[in-house]
Nanobody, 115 residues
Framework: QVQLVESGGGLVQPGGSLRLSCAASGSIRNLNVMGWYRQAPGKERELVARTTTTGSTDYADSVKGRFLISRDSAKNTVYLQMNSLQPEDTAVYYC?????????WGQGTQVTVSS
């Protein structure tokens, strides 16, 4: 089993920044992919960004140039630096880790962008 614990969500004004963290524990070997998804009210969960053990990254078009994903393997933690936040970024953000073909999810952290 893999446990994922997110932190760093909150309320921010448009144009502001937040940094999300996700710490993995448990059976953390072979976590090939770690990333972030989000789900806004009434919408499906969507990929925000992900990174692999080889360092490759993948971003949703809507966040390219504004969000940056990084991974600290020594701390088993993945980060999402979110800049130039807009109201449409408001959602619950979920950490995701993939081990072989199994997906693990965190409990989610709320990000609200509002003036």
């Amino acid at each position: 089993q893999v446990q994922l614990v997110e932190s760093g969500g909150g309320l921010v004004q448009p144009g502001g920044s937040l940094r999300l963290s996700c710490a993995a524990s448990g059976s953390i070997r072979n976590l090939n992919v770690m990333g972030w998804y989000r789900q806004a009210p009434g919408k499906e969960r969507e990929l925000v960004a992900r990174t692999t053990t080889t360092g490759s990254t993948d971003y949703a078009d809507s966040v390219k140039g504004r969000f940056l994903i990084s991974r600290d393997s020594a701390k088993n933690t993945v980060y999402l630096q979110m800049n130039s936040l807009q109201p449409e970024d408001t959602a619950v953000y979920y950490c995701n880790a993939v081990k072989f073909v199994i997906n693990y999810w965190g409990q989610g952290t709320q990000v609200t962008v509002s003036s």
